[in-house]
């Protein structure tokens, strides 16, 4: 094994081991690959793919690093979470269909009174027209009675005098 540092292209040692890109192949030290102590230890003990910096940026988003596949993982997991609980809104139409059934009966019954109060209303004004024809009879009687009773006090004069 005649492996060396991609970054100082010193060999490794027990104090600086060298962790191997899966992609490129090539060989870093924990501070020259810029890799943190959990995921250092991870290559060594072959319990990760790991992708040196240089192939990460050229070939982002495949899996190799710790941090990005689970975040990725946690965002696909909750739009289904989301998108499967479509049952309580059934519920809710059902809800809205009875309201509306109980609105629709109120209505039914609102037209109903309505029509018994425009009957009334009707029955009101016939009897406003009826009471208007007798106040009219009762003005032409007044009228008569009127100059009846002036020729009656014109007559009662003469008879008390
Ligand atoms: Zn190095
Ligand atoms: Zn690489």
Same mark, same amino acid.
């Given at each position: 094994?005649?492996?060396?540092?991609?970054i100082?292209?010193?060999?490794?040692?027990?104090?600086?081991?060298?962790?191997?890109?899966t992609?490129?192949?090539a060989?870093?030290h924990?501070?020259c690959?810029q890799?943190?102590?959990?995921?250092?230890?991870?290559?060594?003990?072959?319990?990760?793919?790991?992708k040196?910096?240089?192939?990460?940026?050229?070939?982002?988003?495949?899996?190799?690093?710790?941090?990005? $596949?689970?975040?990725?993982? =946690?965002?696909s997991?909750n739009?289904t979470?989301?998108?499967?609980?479509?049952t309580?809104?059934? $519920?809710?139409?059902? =809800?809205?269909?009875q309201?509306?059934n109980?609105l629709?009966?109120?209505?039914q019954?609102? =037209?109903s009174?309505?029509?018994?109060?425009n009957?009334?209303?009707?029955?009101?004004?016939?009897?406003? =027209?009826d009471l208007?024809?007798?106040?009219?009879?009762?003005?032409?009687h007044?009228?008569r009675?009127e100059?009846?009773?002036?020729v009656g006090?014109?007559?009662?004069?003469?008879?008390?005098i």
């Amino acid at each position: 094994m005649t492996t060396q540092c991609k970054i100082c292209s010193k060999r490794q040692s027990r104090a600086n081991p060298l962790a191997s890109c899966t992609a490129c192949k090539a060989t870093y030290h924990r501070a020259c690959g810029q890799i943190t102590d959990p995921i250092f230890n991870a290559i060594l003990n072959d319990a990760i793919e790991w992708k040196c910096l240089q192939c990460r940026r050229t070939s982002s988003r495949v899996s190799g690093t710790f941090l990005p $596949s689970t975040s990725q993982r =946690k965002l696909s997991s909750n739009p289904t979470n989301e998108t499967s609980t479509p049952t309580p809104d059934v $519920s809710n139409i059902a =809800k809205l269909e009875q309201t509306i059934n109980s609105l629709a009966n109120e209505l039914q019954t609102i =037209k109903s009174q309505q029509s018994v109060i425009n009957t009334s209303i009707d029955k009101f004004s016939n009897g406003l =027209k009826d009471l208007q024809l007798i106040t009219k009879t009762l003005g032409e009687h007044d009228r008569r009675l009127e100059t009846a009773f002036q020729v009656g006090l014109f007559t009662n004069k003469q008879c008390t005098i």
